[in-house]
């Protein structure tokens, strides 16, 4: 079975610092890996996908994103965060088949001036 | 290009009552999936319908059901309600086929079950 563990539940850090949103994932066979982002009573936007190829993945708004295979991990970073990144970050993993996607229970960032 | 739209916006029931959500798919996509967000939590995978037919499930009693229809708009219908549905329901349509993976979602209705 699939799972997502996102280790920070929130993330609080200053207007143009860097930041890292920590996921690590387990399955059984290969995987997409997904980075969303939710604003507030809004639905959610993918900020970056990981289906092959490079394990550097790049996204909107300056995010990006590393498949690390032997670790199980897909961490988010931007080396400059600004206060309209404040926001609701989700790790998720869909099968081979595109069929389930399973998100982690989030991290909540918070970007202060 | 329409995006993915909901209705209605929040919904207020009773428990045991019945609701149906609704669910417009962006135009060109073939499948769409529902997701149960309680609040603080992440979406949970309730099912995905692909050519109007179930196409898989997550860990959700029968009570709770869909259906797709030829235009690929979606219907989830939840019986018997129980203060724990309250949540914010999410769909999400993709093109399934095509390799891409990448869901478009809705903005959500949220349900308050009283």
């Known amino acids: 079975a699939q799972s997502v563990t996102q280790l920070d539940s929130q993330v609080p850090v200053f207007e143009e610092a860097p930041v890292e949103l920590r996921c690590n994932y387990s399955s059984s066979v290969s995987v997409y890996l997904f980075w969303y982002v939710q604003y507030p009573n809004q639905g959610l936007q993918l900020l970056l996908k990981y289906l092959s190829g490079s394990t550097l993945v790049k996204g909107i708004n300056g995010f990006e994103a590393e498949f690390n295979k032997s670790q199980t991990s897909f961490h988010l970073r931007k080396p400059s965060v600004h206060i309209s990144d404040t926001a609701e970050y989700f790790c998720?993993?869909?099968?081979?088949?595109?069929?389930?996607?399973?998100f982690g229970a989030g991290t909540r960032l918070f970007v202060k001036a | 290009e329409t995006g993915v739209t909901q209705s209605p916006t929040h919904l207020i029931k009773t428990r045991g009552q019945q609701v149906t959500l609704r669910c417009s798919s962006q135009s060109g996509h073939n499948t769409v999936s529902w997701y149960q967000q309680a609040l603080g939590q992440g979406p949970q995978f309730i099912f995905q319908?692909?050519?109007?037919?179930?196409?898989g499930r997550g860990n959700f009693p029968p009570r709770f059901s869909g259906l797709q229809f030829p235009n690929y708009s979606s219907e989830l219908n939840v019986n018997a309600l129980e203060l724990d549905d309250s949540a914010l329901y999410l769909c999400?349509?993709?093109?399934?086929?095509?390799?891409?993976?990448?869901?478009?979602f809705g903005p959500g209705t949220r349900l308050t079950v009283t």
């Open positions: 319908y692909y050519r109007e037919e179930e196409n």
């Open positions: 999400a349509s993709s093109l399934l086929g095509t390799g891409d993976y990448e869901q478009y």
């Open positions: 998720a993993v869909s099968d081979a088949g595109g069929f389930k996607t399973i």
